[in-house]
């Protein structure tokens, strides 16, 4: 082939790499950058990835691949109590940081009503109006950033801004626990090393992307029914126990965040979108929905970036602030109490 053309001798290992790449059917090439790597990993003298310039400091990271996961996922009546449990399977994700694990769940297309109707118990207008969102496929946390998750990205070349390995200014200490006290700068700042170290764009998820995999294909005021129970969800149950018309039985308040994944997850395999602790977007905060794009994107026009959406409401709060369709927001700078969860676009990996 095009060896016969050049006036340089390489050993037929070389040759063969070289071959591959230039194969004019797609399917007889290199798939992956990690399989080109690996292929000159394998040469032997006289040619060596030392003297192949720029090979020595090439690092290529191995697409991960999806697992499927079961669990259990729940139901309640109006007053709190479990009336079905059903196993459900999830397509996940992992990437490995310097051996510290995270987990993505596979989010399948779909369109979904953004928003709370107007009989919702303790909604607000910034909740409306409802509108349709069309939501591409993409993958999320299975569970919002954890410290242990947190110091190994912290560990990593910084991008813009400084991590501190423990930002928590609550004295909730634990690899398993979600990071918080984070900004939204320094969860960008998280995103940023992260995509740089595994090569794969991270991000936070849009505020439509956020609700739709909250609601897991549900219309209701939590993923779980009409209501929600301290058996279900770490809120304050003891001050703020009550939601809507449902019981005036106290529930449990423990006072701080609990290890992610202790409760029951929604129908997508997702763990604590309610309660335990906010959690950032990417959108700019808007009073309300009026003009909000309708395809999942981040809102990024006509916002007050000075403050930032957050969702899902936190163990300090009462039951209404958890609700699927709740909005809150905090200065950007600032985040007492928040964490997130990263989000990255499907389309493109290896299952």
């Known amino acids: 082939m095009w060896r016969d053309y050049l006036k340089v001798k390489v050993n037929n290992t070389l040759g063969q790499v070289l071959d591959k ?87 399948p297309a779909g369109t979904f009503l953004m928003g709370s109707p107007s009989n919702e118990p303790h909604r607000s207008k910034s909740e409306e109006p409802q509108h349709t969102v069309n939501i591409a496929s993409f993958l999320i946390g299975q569970y919002a950033v954890t410290q242990a998750q947190w110091r190994a990205v912290a560990g990593l070349p910084k991008r813009q801004i400084d991590l501190k390995p ?103 395999g997702l763990y604590d979108m309610h309660g335990n602790l906010w959690e950032w977007c990417a959108d700019p905060w808007h009073k309300n929905y009026q003009g909000a794009p309708t395809d999942g994107s981040v809102w990024e026009s ?18 209404s602030y958890c609700r699927s369709a709740n909005r809150f927001r905090d200065w950007s700078r600032m985040g007492c109490g928040s964490g997130f969860r990263v989000v990255s676009s499907w389309p493109g990996w290896t299952p």
């Open 166 to 268: 423990n930002p928590s200014i609550f004295s909730f200490k634990g690899d398993n626990l979600p990071v918080e006290n984070v900004s939204w700068w320094k969860a960008v700042e998280f995103c940023d090393r992260l995509s740089q170290f595994t090569g794969r764009t991270y991000r936070l998820p849009s505020e439509a992307e956020w609700e739709y995999a909250c609601r897991a294909g549900t219309t209701t005021t939590f993923y779980f029914g009409k209501t929600i129970t301290t058996d279900l969800v770490n809120y304050d149950g003891e001050r703020f126990h009550c939601y809507g018309s449902w019981s005036k039985s106290k529930g449990i308040f423990r006072e701080k965040t609990t290890v992610v994944g202790s409760f029951p997850p929604n129908a997508f």
């Open 302 to 319: 006509g916002g007050n970036t000075r403050y930032r959406v957050m969702r899902g409401g936190s163990w300090g709060n009462g039951a």
């Open 21 to 107: 790449l230039l194969q004019q059917g797609t399917n007889k090439r290199f798939q992956t950058a990690q399989e080109v790597l690996e292929a000159l990993i394998s040469f032997s003298n006289p040619f060596t990835l030392e003297r192949l310039p720029g090979l020595q400091q090439l690092t290529v990271k191995p697409t991960p691949c999806l697992k499927t996961v079961n669990f259990e996922t729940v139901t309640v009546n109006s007053t709190g109590k479990i009336t079905n449990r059903w196993q459900a399977q999830a397509q996940v994700l992992t990437e490995n940081i310097n051996g510290i694990i995270l987990d993505l769940v596979v989010i």
